[in-house]
């Protein structure tokens, strides 16, 4: 079987990770490049904090206010009453959030469609942390499964860290920078090492029900 050159690369610079990787099998991350960064983020916020059922709900509830569109723009999001949002099943906090992100994307602080696929990494991250309740995590989560971008390491998820402590059987639970570190072997296919490591720690979970 011929090796993709990530599984390749992070099976010899990383024997242990190596043995996840011919367990599991091949990487399988879904790009979802359909969406656009404003709808992409949308969801982010209706899924903080929330079980993915509620948040699908909040969602369907959102999309039914905006009638002949997929998904509202920019500018409907802002036109709306507050009201009709949190009727929705937004919290005010998160109305406050989705107003900002409407408002950035309105303002080119968040990239287009077409350009943010031009820009690099580092700089996507720091402008899309300018919105209101998006944070690092939330602007890497954007790399991966919109941009699917190659070299991503949210070393702040929860799962990554759980599944490097189970990985490399650690007597507790690593901290952002320890990952960050030893994550440098990995480079520059950080983002189907991080896929592993999710793989890890869901396997480590089934085994406990």
């Known amino acids: 079987m011929r090796l993709s050159p990530a599984i390749r690369h992070l099976s010899l610079a990383d024997p242990v990770l190596g043995r996840l990787i011919r ?5 399988k991350l879904i790009i979802r490049q359909r969406r656009s ?3 992409s983020l949308t969801r982010a916020i209706a899924y903080q904090q929330l079980h993915a059922r509620a948040a699908e709900s909040i969602l369907r509830r959102f999309r039914a206010l905006f009638p002949g569109r997929r998904f509202p723009r920019p500018d409907q999001v802002l036109a709306i009453d507050a009201e009709h949002l949190t009727a929705a099943g937004f919290s005010r906090a998160k109305v406050a959030a989705l107003r900002d992100l409407a408002d950035k994307v309105l303002d080119g602080t968040v990239p287009s469609g077409r350009l943010i ?5 580092e700089v996507i991250v720091e402008r899309l942390i300018e919105i209101r309740g998006i944070g690092r995590w939330t602007a890497q989560m954007l790399l991966i499964f919109q941009l699917g971008r190659q070299d991503v390491l949210p070393v702040d998820d929860f799962g990554v860290r759980s599944g490097f402590k189970i990985l490399y059987d650690l007597g507790s639970l690593p901290t952002p920078a320890e990952v960050l570190r030893f994550g440098e ?7 189907a090492a991080s896929w592993y490591l999710w793989r890890a720690a869901e396997r480590a979970n089934f085994t406990k029900v």
Do not use: I, Q
């Open 23 to 27: 367990d599991v099998g091949p990487c």
């Open 37 to 39: 960064p404003f709808e």
């Open 117 to 121: 696929t031009r820009l690099e990494d």
């Open 185 to 191: 072997r990995w480079k520059p296919y950080r983002t």
